[in-house]
């Protein structure tokens, strides 16, 4: 065989060779976001959930203190019940629309800070719904109990206040201890799912740099 033919041939081995590389990483960088949508489900029915939850809060709130007008604590208590929903809603919302926007015909990169951004979201969305829900508990509490015919402003106005002031008090020191455990308080909140998902990513993208 001349040398000419033998370079040719060596040419297309390596153009074969290549290309059989090409095709085993799509099937890898597929297989991946395939489980990564997989993983991604389980936190959107969470936060189906959770919306569910905030619309429910919201429907009921809403005409419960917009008839109590005339009763300014109870209008008091639905205002902040239906804030929280809102809440609720809203962080649900958002956390779904940045999943739904993930694009898996983008390089790895591109989901990868998509699921950066996500885990960014969700932090910050448990965060304040963590510490709005210790105040938030007081409301319900007396709304419920008014509702039964116990009506403790009415009676012991200082009771309601003082379980104000424990609620205000916690919030604040949840609010502190998941800035001062910021890092575990981080990895809690992302939730299981999207930490699988990030470190699968991470797994692919660290095979290519190895490779």
């Not at 419920?144 to 609620?167: C, H, K, Q, S, T």
């Amino acid at each position: 065989m001349e040398m000419n033919e033998l370079e040719r041939a060596w040419q297309g081995l390596d153009q074969r060779l290549a290309g059989l590389e090409r095709h085993a990483r799509q099937q890898r960088v597929h297989r991946t976001f395939d489980s990564v949508r997989s993983r991604l489900r389980l936190l959107t029915i969470g936060q189906l959930a959770q919306l569910a939850v905030g619309v429910a809060i919201v429907l009921v709130a809403g005409p419960y203190w917009v008839g109590r007008l005339g009763q300014p604590h109870l209008a008091v208590y639905g205002i902040a019940i239906h804030l929280y929903g809102l809440a609720l809603l809203i962080a649900a919302v958002t956390q779904l629309m940045t999943v739904w926007r993930i694009d898996y015909r983008q390089p790895v990169l591109t989901v990868q800070k998509r699921l950066l951004q996500l885990a960014w979201l969700r932090v910050r969305c448990e965060r304040w719904l963590l510490v709005a829900g210790f105040v938030a508990w007081v409301p319900f509490v007396f709304a419920m109990a008014a509702a039964g015919g116990l009506d403790l402003w009415i009676i012991r106005p200082g009771v309601v206040l003082a379980n104000l002031a424990v609620g205000v008090a916690l919030a604040a020191g949840v609010g502190w201890l998941t800035h001062r455990f910021r890092d575990r308080f981080a990895c809690d909140a992302a939730g299981r799912s999207l930490r699988e998902a990030e470190q699968e990513l991470a797994a692919l993208l660290g095979a290519d740099d190895a490779g």
